[in-house]
């Protein structure tokens, strides 16, 4: 109810003086000692907090079984956290109303009046806990992964796919309805005229009461599309409906009834209404491409949906869980090329990770599941998991050419774009790579904060540096500990002439890595001039 409430009085409030609260809700425990309250019920909420959405709540797993189902709330499990303080892992959930759904009103009994007395130390604690959540977000209520200011719309017909509501009752079914979305969204990426926005910016939204016009507005896109999924016995249900986000118009809509067997056909439906709805030219290669299914087995479908979503996590546990998801559904059908590149990607990440003790034989494991997705089906995923590899191993002009492959396969794949700009990068062509990770951003707004810094890299090595700094802050925005940002926001800040903000800096990357080695940094470099102005601008900073 504290969120709706606030949800509504943003919407009459100007941008500066809108605020979001994060809310936390935890029940376990609590020491109260005159007017303070302390103890591990008190930490997990705090924890809980911080997991939270701006305008969200999260909740512990023993508030999920206390609710059970008395409430009309949706639940996305985000998995067992490893929280500072807390010994054990925390199972946290988002808690969101369910479409259409409206929360009793509050009220007290009688009884529950003369009880009252008695319940005000859980008030307390209650209050307490929203205090601090708000608090928290009232000295940063502005930080947001996306810009404010409007995107131009492009000349092309533009999209963004938001994530599909799951209505099947079970948060462990959202692994299938956000695999749906990534699936339409890879689909229409294919097309040439059309400019798809990335998936990892769109589900920034998930899980959110969204404006389409704002989301036009934040991501530059004239088309919306949004629906859900509802799967049980079988059967799946698909409502999807597209919008001209300008007008607010609806152009199309339809609810889909269909057995599960044929979900990869409904898929191939809803693509081609919407591109014959937006008028989209496409040429007979682009439709047999996109049209072009990995597989017949469902269940190794499901398999490589599940082990996405545990990919996307990025922690230990998670992606040798997802391994085992690919490998699965490799046994099931040993001709799915999109399982070998999942499963390279586990290998891929162990290496960039620190998560083997032999990061070489990873990099060839991968290096062999690319190849072999490669002799099923040419697609762009097997060729960017290449160029990923390729770069890992300093291997550019591999990069380069397996990454210019996976984007004449599919022109918005902004994850390959952004490795090409790396390589640009670290081989010199500093400029060209300003601008392929600026048309980068136009597809992916929520750009990770590694992608950022090399932006930011670039800016100074083309001695912008209030755009790099600019830049860098952003990155900052998203991962605050990140030491290597920090670094060359120093040496920006330093060679900017700004000494203060500088020394700041250079402070942050003496807390967060004490033993930076200034005189390897950058040693990716080609060209030696380009390290030697970074490394100039960190020792203006102070960093020796």
């Known amino acids: 109810s504290i969120q709706q409430e606030l949800a509504r009085r943003n919407r009459e409030l100007a941008d500066e003086r809108k605020v979001q609260f994060r809310i936390g809700v935890n029940l376990g425990e609590v020491i109260v000692d005159r007017d303070d309250l302390y103890g591990d019920g008190v930490n997990v909420a705090a924890r809980l907090e911080g997991l ?34 807390i010994a054990e892992p ?31 130390v859980v008030s307390g604690v209650i209050a307490l806990l929203l205090i601090v959540a708000g608090v928290i977000a009232w000295l940063a209520p502005w930080t947001s992964e996306r810009e404010d200011a409007a995107l131009p719309l492009p000349e092309k017909p533009s999209i963004a796919v938001l994530p599909f509501d799951n209505l099947s009752g079970d948060p462990q079914q959202e692994y299938f309805s956000d695999g749906i979305s990534n699936d339409i969204i890879t689909d229409l990426s294919k097309f040439r005229d059309l400019l798809v926005i990335a998936s990892n910016t769109v589900f920034t939204y998930k899980g959110k009461a969204v404006n389409v016009q704002d989301v036009s507005r934040e991501l530059g896109v004239r088309y919306v599309l949004e629906g859900s999924v509802q799967r049980a016995d079988g059967k799946v249900r698909v409502n999807a409906q597209l919008i001209d986000a300008m007008t607010g118009h609806h152009l199309w809509a339809e609810r889909y009834d269909r057995e599960l067997k044929d979900l990869f056909v409904l898929q191939d439906e809803i693509v081609e209404t919407i591109v014959r709805t937006l008028a989209v030219k496409v040429r007979t290669v682009e439709r047999e491409r996109t049209m072009r299914k990995g597989t017949g087995s469902l ?10 979503e545990r990919l ?92 210019e492959r996976a984007l004449e396969l599919n022109p918005n794949d902004w994850e390959s774009l952004s490795v090409l700009a790396s390589t640009m990068l670290y081989t010199g062509r500093t400029e060209v790579a300003v601008q392929t990770f600026e048309t980068t951003l136009r597809f992916n707004p929520a750009m990770d904060s590694d992608k950022l810094m090399e932006l930011g890299i670039a800016y100074y090595l083309r001695s912008r540096y209030d755009d790099a700094i600019r830049t860098l802050q952003q990155g900052l ?32 990357v003496r807390r967060l890595h004490p033993f930076l080695e200034t005189d390897s940094f950058g040693d990716r470099f080609l060209n030696p001039e ?8 960190l020792r203006k900073a102070g960093l020796t």
């Open 90 to 120: 925390v199972k946290a959930y988002k808690a969101r109303l369910m479409p259409g759904a409206v929360l009793p009103a509050p009220g007290l009994s009688l009884e529950a009046r003369r009880r009252g007395h008695r319940r005000s």
């Open 52 to 85: 939270a959405d701006p305008g969200g709540v999260c909740i512990s797993d023993s508030v999920r079984s206390a609710i059970g189902k008395k409430l009309p709330l949706d639940y996305e499990f985000l998995g067992e956290q490893q929280v500072k303080n």
């Open 477 to 508: 925005g998203r991962n605050p500990d990140h030491p290597y940002l920090h670094a060359v926001l120093a040496a920006a800040h330093a060679q900017a002439g700004h000494r203060e903000d500088a020394a700041r800096a250079a402070a942050a």
């Open 530 to 537: 380009d390290q030697a102005h970074l490394i100039d601008g």
């Open 312 to 403: 996307s996590r990025t922690t230990r546990a998670t992606n040798l869980e997802a391994r085992e998801m690919f490998q699965r559904a490799v046994e099931l059908d040993r001709r799915y090329a999109s399982a070998y590149v999942g499963l390279g990607w586990t290998y891929r990440k162990a290496a960039g990770h620190g998560w083997t003790e032999f990061p070489n034989q990873a990099l060839e494991r991968a290096h062999e599941l690319a190849q072999k997705a490669l002799e099923l089906e040419e697609s762009s995923d097997a060729y960017g998991l290449l160029g990923y590899i390729y770069l890992f191993r300093k291997q550019y002009d591999l990069a380069s050419h397996a990454l």
């Open 299 to 308: 269940e190794a479908y499901d398999y490589v949906l599940r082990g996405r």
